[in-house]
């Protein structure tokens, strides 16, 4: 079965982004055209992953946060206008 869907100039958030399955689906997206931004606790793991997920032409960024403190997520979404009621499309975790 082909399914393909199409989310350009759509923005994706995936915390925990960086690495393993959420990058995979950080990936995913990036390839249905999505503007994606990842978010994780270290900041080599977000550089690293904006890297490569600009290598497919998303227009990546990256955030430092902690999905486990609530005020660290809506502090960093916030100051970058990112996120709830500031035009994220998608928002996921693992």
């Known amino acids: 079965m082909d399914v393909s869907f199409d989310f350009t100039n759509r923005i994706v958030v995936v915390f925990g982004g960086t690495t393993g399955i959420n990058l995979g689906i950080a990936e995913a997206f ?27 032409g ?16 809506v502090a960093t979404f916030a100051a970058r206008r990112v996120g709830p009621r500031r035009g994220s499309h998608l928002r996921c975790r693992g």
């Open 58 to 73: 998303s227009g990546a960024r990256g955030f430092v946060a902690d999905v486990r403190d609530f005020d660290s997520i």
């Open 30 to 56: 990036a390839r249905t055209g999505a503007r994606v931004a990842v978010a994780s606790r270290k900041q080599d793991n977000v550089d690293a992953a904006v890297r490569r997920l600009n290598t497919i």
